[in-house]
């Protein structure tokens, strides 16, 4: 693994390979662990990308797939042991569709196709977090099957989701038929986001905050035209704030190859794009806006530009021929406003039995003004096998105050194991990866499920692997750090 770090106005290699360290985990406990992987839906985007959650300090609850047709949301104790599991069976045509926790439930929603109905829906399930038991299965949303698929969005907390029925004329977004409920699934309000008076193809996707405000982004004028409404859930108020992101500078017309969006709970939202050139597909630009909605402005970062220079140095410490196959991947966001950008490039050779490919992480920092402070890029190189997609390679990344910890699944100097690597997120300064001590297997087999790997705490991390013993099934970890 190398990290480069490069300044906006010009890029310099400040450190070599990173030598590989002793474990920093000061206590691992771990127990066998029982798990089916996922072997369908969207192998680049995962449905489900978390399925732990901490409860109550030391405990944490999973939720768990048994079989082809069972799950099970388990609570675990700080010892590993479980407390409670409790069973979710599915039907034929059934898949879940999100999990999330809030101070009192866990909450399991499915959506079901109904075909001899001609019909689909979503369910929720509340769990009790101190029994175990089903309090409550409701119903939220049904529509035509014919129609695209339902879908929901849960609030940070799980105090608040909405649901919302797409409708389309000659393929184009039309509405979106919405409900809002509250974490004990009590209907707060039914909306409709109305998109017919949008220029173009109109790309949208709708997030709550723990308040129960829904943010609608809208992509239109042939994705150059980034628009962002936010609904309430007291009146018809509709807040709405547009910028233009793409359009024809020095006679080349550019467009947004992918965006990210991050809702705060201070009433606000961060939106991050990457402009390209039209014909030829290049990269040209990275763009955030943050929309404040408590102010209804907009403050603008300047525009951080890929230009030769970046572009060569970039090529030569990752050895590609050009900027390809980068996306999007998080904003995180301090309590004092200090901002993160997170890329990564990830790629599928083509075909259905072809390995998946995770590589370098792209960083783009910025202070409380929007104004840039640093970038870097992180070297990693992680395959999977096609079944697995990006489940068990990629990262995790938690932010603590201005530290920033990334976990990921590495062979480094002919050694398996998740490494963990610490950033401070106003300078940039990086300390070396550092293998927690699982020595997890290398080979064709699923050797970590990245979806349970969590923070209890900044000191404490729950993950699962396989060791690189024959014999060793998967195993629950609980990591303590110095």
Known sequence: MRLYFFRTSWLAVLCLLFCQQAATAQKIKSVAFSYAPETTGDLYNQRIPRKAFPVG???????SRKSADAYAVERYGADLKTKWSSPIALLRQETVEAFSVNGTTAL????????DQGSQALYARLIDLTTGKEVQQKKLQEAPSKSRRLNVALSEDGSKLVTYHTITQDEQLQSMQAQVF?????????????FRTSQGQVSARVMIDNAGFQYVTLLTDNAMRLSVRRYNNQDNEIKVMEVMVGGVFNGVKMYVIDAFYKVQQDSSLYAA????????GTYQALKMVKFDYTINNMRFADE????????QKLNQATGAERMEDIYLSDILVSAEGHSLIMAEKKFTEGGETSPYHARELLLFAYDEY??????????????????EGFSGISYRANLFGNRLQLLTLETLKGKTDLYNRSLHLLTGAAEPPKA???NVANDMEVAYA??????????TIITVTRPSKASAGLRLSRLTFK
């Open 304 to 311: 951080f530009q890929f230009t030769p220079a970046f572009t």
């Open 436 to 438: 927690v001590g699982l």
């Open 450 to 459: 990245k979806d349970f790997t969590t923070w209890l705490d900044e000191r």
């Open 370 to 387: 929007q104004k840039p402070t640093w970038n870097s890029v992180i070297l990693k190189k992680q395959t999977a096998p096609s079944q």
């Open 273 to 280: 794009v990457l402009v390209a050139e039209e014909n030829t």
């Open 57 to 63: 300090g030391a405990d944490f609850v999973i939720l």
């Open 108 to 115: 399991v929603i499915t959506h079901r196709l109904l075909a």
């Open 182 to 194: 509250d974490a004990s699934l009590q209907k707060l309000r039914d909306r409709l986001y109305d």
